[in-house]
């Protein structure tokens, strides 16, 4: 079956699922297989529970006439994406990054949203399943499309791409993240740049942020660009704390504004900034930008500020890596709060570089007064000094019980993988001011 043919029925059956948990009637079921799993043997489940169809790509599986076999079920979703993608004559942004990316996805699409039809990658759908999944959801009538890209490791960004073909694309830093898989600093600008490498032989328009010099010397390959930053770039705009939230002063040719957003950090500040320039590109009123920004509450633990009982909590534990690690400890050493706590857990993917990742995190914190600090994960083991260290989040998170803090600040931060949402768990429930 060519991908035309099947593209025929998936306009018949707009649903594509991957997973039979999920599963609604009427969709097309793709049987992916990862390491530990074959999606194939669950085609006849899928079938049976409602699937119009079960793509699949081994043929002992093949045990209905609904049953379509494929060489490979990954390769197809990602040109059925692809084919579909190839339908919409309207920009799509492509964002990635080290730190920042799912903010400014949100963000971005919140501006855009007051004048387009929008749609945006739902979550964190960020990878080479989420990116088609992505693709095939957009509907017929959107006006634009902000599509997020992950990677961990050089050439993904470039095969992700392919696949969503984008116009206009956003790099919000290169920092310290993945290094296991990218190599170093020097790799992950490499595989970042995948992005503009792309949008520049495909003639489109980034969006750059003038205070990151690298990302100066990366795009000298695209033509068109849309620069904005502190001091230099078609906009302007320097951050402005307001107590834990950032205010951003904004100059826009001869027009002056101030936007008050509910994000925790002056390290959201570029996140702001980047939407505030796409909007503007795109048409945006600025009283429209200004508005969108500060209706936009974060959630899913990135940048929120919360209280539980008399504690004050900055959550900002979705991910984590040596250089938002830095962003988050020294925004909030600088910030005026009384009683201040670090919750800290330990970050991922840092090779061989982790116990001197993490030496170095602890050397930062030691440079501060803190009313306390505890260290969670296998990753400071022998590294945390005179810190209170836990193994893990649940031995934290009962400490954390029989020992509740009281009118204290607390930072928690670290990489998903670290659980840190469970010592707050452990506070009790949960206000958001």
């Known amino acids: 079956m060519t991908i035309t043919d099947l593209y025929q029925k998936y306009l018949a059956h707009p649903l594509v699922i991957t997973d039979t948990r999920k599963l609604q009637p009427g969709g097309i079921y793709f049987a992916l297989k990862g390491d530990n799993f074959n ?5 006849s489940k899928a079938l049976a529970a409602g699937a119009a169809y079960a793509v699949i790509d081994e043929a002992e599986y093949n045990s209905d006439e609904r049953c379509i076999l494929v060489p490979d079920v990954l390769d197809t979703l990602q040109q059925l994406a692809l084919h579909h993608r190839q339908q919409f004559v309207v920009p799509f942004i492509a964002i990635t990054g080290s730190n920042g990316k799912t903010t400014t996805k949100e963000l971005v699409a919140a501006v855009l949203s007051r004048q387009y039809i929008t ?7 960020n990878n080479h399943i989420g990116i088609p999944l992505t693709l095939l959801r957009i509907a017929e009538g959107v006006q634009m499309a902000v599509i997020e890209m992950g990677a961990n490791h050089q050439k993904e960004i470039e095969g992700y791409c392919r696949v969503a073909e984008p116009t206009h694309g956003i790099i919000t830093n290169c920092g310290k993240a ?3 898989g990218f190599g170093g600093i020097e790799g992950v600008r490499k595989g970042k740049g995948e992005l503009y490498d792309y949008i520049a032989a495909a003639g489109g328009t980034i969006f750059r942020n003038t205070d990151l010099d690298y990302l100066q010397d990366m795009g000298r390959g695209v033509l068109r660009q849309i620069t904005y930053g502190t001091a230099l770039g078609d906009i302007t705009g320097v951050p402005v704390m307001n107590g834990v939230f950032l205010s951003v002063a904004v100059k826009n040719k001869d027009e002056d504004s101030m936007i008050n957003t509910r994000l925790v950090g002056e390290y959201n500040y570029p996140n702001v900034m980047t ?3 796409v909007g503007t590109h795109f048409g945006v009123p600025m009283q429209e930008i ?12 990135r940048s929120q500020w919360l209280q539980k009982g008399s504690n004050r909590i900055i959550l900002d534990a979705y991910n984590a890596n040596p250089t938002s690690m830095r962003a988050a400890i020294l925004n909030f050493a600088g910030a005026s709060l009384a009683a201040k706590t670090l919750w800290i857990g330990g970050m991922k993917e840092m090779g061989s570089a ?4 993490h030496k170095e995190l ?7 007064q803190w009313q306390d600090v505890i260290l969670v994960g296998r990753e400071f083991e022998g590294v945390a000094g005179n810190y209170k260290w836990f193994a893990d989040s649940t031995a934290a998170a009962e400490y954390v019980s029989k020992n509740p803090p009281r009118d204290s600040a607390i930072l928690i931060k670290g990489s998903r993988g670290s659980k840190m949402e469970l010592m707050l768990r452990a506070l009790g429930d949960t206000a958001t001011t």
């Open 39 to 43: 999606g194939n043997t669950f085609a």
């Open 119 to 125: 749609y945006a990658t739902e979550g964190n759908l």
């Open 178 to 180: 993945h290094i296991e």
């Open 275 to 277: 939407a505030v320039a």
């Open 290 to 301: 200004k508005a969108a920004i500060e209706s936009y509450e974060p959630d899913n633990s």
């Open 354 to 357: 982790e116990q001197y990742e």
């Open 362 to 368: 602890v050397s930062l914190i030691a440079a501060y």
